[in-house]
């Protein structure tokens, strides 16, 4: 179960850098980057349709 968490939370990561590579969101890119829980949240809103 650990594994799966941890694998969501990468992928979730993953996914906000991709989206915010193709979309040219730099300050967004780099926030979520660095401060990589923002990153999480946005990916998860992207999978689910938030954002």
Do not use: E
């Amino acid at each position: 179960m650990p594994v799966l968490i941890g694998l969501a939370v990468f992928f979730a990561w993953l996914t906000h850098i991709i989206v915010c590579l193709k979309a040219g969101f730099w300050g967004f890119l780099i926030a979520g980057a660095i401060f990589f829980p923002i990153g999480i949240i946005h990916g998860f809103g992207i999978w689910i349709g938030v954002f």
